[in-house]
């Protein structure tokens, strides 16, 4: 399917607007008294809905709306709120008093005449449901390319709901910053031209995303339900700290996680915790057919990341050993007992409904990894190779090799980082009999993975869809002459299919009787027309004894 951006926002279907903001990104959040943002829903309920935008209204109320139809003749509901500088100006509606699993129209009017795009939203169904069509993205890179995989979010002939599972903005910036030096980075650089540490760089940032034409179009489009990953603060962010935080020259960690959050509350469609703070897992009920619980991995109680860099370049056995040691500590964690709690009892309770799938939101990928020999793949020029490469790639080849050599983990910012905690979770699932389909983002990578207990050599309790990045570049890109995804499926027991170098998005389709995942993958992001290919499809059926494998359709 060959799409060109003007069409793929042209197909929002009748009565929704397109774009409020195709011309050019401009810095900061000028446009007072417009809604050069657009505007976005999320967070789903049987009765309601989070409706969003942005507009500096100078103090003047601005209506919202929301209709039963797109001409606005009958609506079900509206209201007025007046922005403030407190909260950015942003404007975030819990619209209550909607029916169940229908399609709404809505649209924001401030006092001086200004009116926004009108998207469209759905509430969540009760009782008997046929099918659910979920388009599930992460990671998109502004400079690194053009939103292509949104706009074929945009385009779809049905989406139910998109889910976002982290990095839907990044904190670098400046020159030489990640994904400067893609084709397309002058038109895009980022916005403020540095690193993100303040409440205000962040605001400025998240301001510069939601000026993306594919973007809106593709929030117009459905509701949203998002998650957090670590670039909403910092990269490989923790409880306590982050990769990318330098507290000698970059301040206090809290300071920057709170104002980073309150920036990403403020611009996202998402239904705040009740008395603040990061605990946003929750869950959705999608009629008799599947649950969906949404994780938080990074801010509430996960320890600190190990790195391969911590061993020497030739470790010895002992070195070797205690390093495994450290990685199986089953104190280690990434979600709290809380968490844990909540999902048990979430998934337990959906299982006796007698809903046929729990859908587990995620954000980093799951299954056990092991990293195939670039030494292997490379030869006999590995040395050659590497003498080559720009220092920080070669830097990356030498710590994948080191993993492969010693069968570690290489991913030890996902899962593959707490086997324990991973277990324990594994137990979560197994103890409620859940026919569990993991959603998983962060790694750049497509994956269709078979999920098994016991450092994957136990029974399977899962499959996963792994979405890749909607631009962010992959290990395939920088090496571009390996099979990197054939060596990782080769290399994997757990997984079926891996691609490293495609952006797209996951396509989920849900019935009673079988789930299927789409692997869609847009031509390019460094053109504005692009075409959408599936680049395979999996289904998997439920079952008394769990959910069965993949099987590729």
């Not at 903001?21 to 959040?29: D, F, N, S, V």
């Not at 100078?58 to 709306?65: L, N, Y």
């Not at 939601?210 to 949203?224: G, S």
């Not at 490989?236 to 000698?248: I, K, L, R, T, Y």
């Amino acid at each position: 399917m060959r799409i060109d951006r003007r069409q793929a926002l042209g197909l929002l279907g009748a009565g929704v607007a397109g774009p409020a903001a195709a011309q050019a990104t401009k810095p900061g959040r000028a446009g007072a008294g417009g809604f050069d943002w657009g505007v976005a829903s999320g967070d789903p309920l049987q009765d309601r809905v989070i409706l969003w935008t942005r507009c500096d209204s100078g103090g003047r109320p601005v209506r919202w709306e929301v209709a039963e139809d797109a001409a606005f003749k009958t609506l079900a509901a509206h209201g007025q709120v007046v922005p403030d500088a407190a909260r950015d100006f942003t404007i975030k509606v819990d619209a209550a008093g909607l029916k169940p699993g229908r399609d709404y129209w809505y649209r924001f009017q401030a006092a001086g005449g200004a009116a926004s795009p009108v998207g469209r939203t759905r509430t969540l169904p009760l009782g008997a449901l046929k099918d659910l069509v979920l388009a599930v993205t992460t990671c998109s890179l502004y400079p690194n390319g053009y939103f292509n995989a949104y706009g074929a979010i945009a385009a779809l002939p049905r989406v139910d709901v998109v889910l976002h599972l982290g990095d839907y903005i990044y904190e670098y910036g400046g020159p030489g910053s990640y994904g400067m030096d893609s084709a397309v980075a002058a038109e895009r650089p980022h916005d403020p031209p540095h690193e993100c540490l303040s409440i205000e760089d962040y605001r400025r940032r998240h301001a510069q995303y939601k000026t993306d034409p594919q973007l809106q179009a593709a929030h117009a489009r459905a509701p949203w339900i998002v998650v957090w990953d670590d670039h909403e603060s910092a990269n490989d962010s923790w409880v306590g700290g982050a990769e990318n935080h330098q507290p000698a020259t970059e301040g206090d960690w809290n300071l920057r996680k709170a104002a980073a959050i309150k920036a990403y509350y403020e611009w996202m469609p998402i239904r705040e915790p009740k008395g603040g703070g990061f605990a946003i897992w929750r869950s959705f009920d999608f009629g008799d057919l599947a649950s969906l619980f949404m994780f938080e991995t990074r801010l509430t109680a996960r320890d600190h990341q190990l790195y391969l860099t911590e061993l020497p370049e030739n470790p010895t056995d002992a070195d070797l050993a205690a390093f495994r040691k450290r990685v199986a500590d089953p104190s280690r964690k990434m979600m709290s007992a809380g968490q844990e709690a909540w999902l048990a009892d979430g998934l337990k309770a959906s299982v006796r409904s007698g809903r046929p799938w729990q859908v587990l939101g995620n954000q980093v990928v799951m299954a056990q990894l092991l990293v195939p020999s670039f030494r292997e793949a490379m030869a006999p020029d590995y040395d050659k190779v590497l003498a080559g490469l720009p220092p920080y790639l070669a830097h990356h080849v030498r710590l994948g090799q080191l993993a492969a050599d010693h069968d570690l983990p290489y991913m030890m910012d996902s899962w593959e980082g707490y086997p324990a905690d991973r277990e324990r979770l594994y137990r979560i699932v197994e103890d409620s009999r859940a026919n569990c389909i993991v959603v998983s983002g962060d790694s750049h990578a497509f994956w269709a993975n078979e999920l098994q207990a016991d450092g994957g050599a136990g029974r399977r309790v899962a499959v996963e869809f792994g979405t890749t990045a909607i631009t962010s570049p992959g290990d395939g890109d920088y090496f571009k002459g390996l099979p990197l995804g054939e060596m990782f499926a080769k290399r994997n027991r757990e997984v079926r299919f891996c691609d490293q170098s495609a952006k797209g998005f996951v396509l989920l389709t849900l019935t009673h009787e079988a789930a299927v995942g789409e692997l869609i993958a847009v031509s390019t992001i460094v053109d504005k027309t692009y075409e959408t290919r599936v680049l395979k499809r999996y289904r998997a059926t439920p079952g008394a004894a769990g959910v069965s494998g993949l099987t590729e359709v």
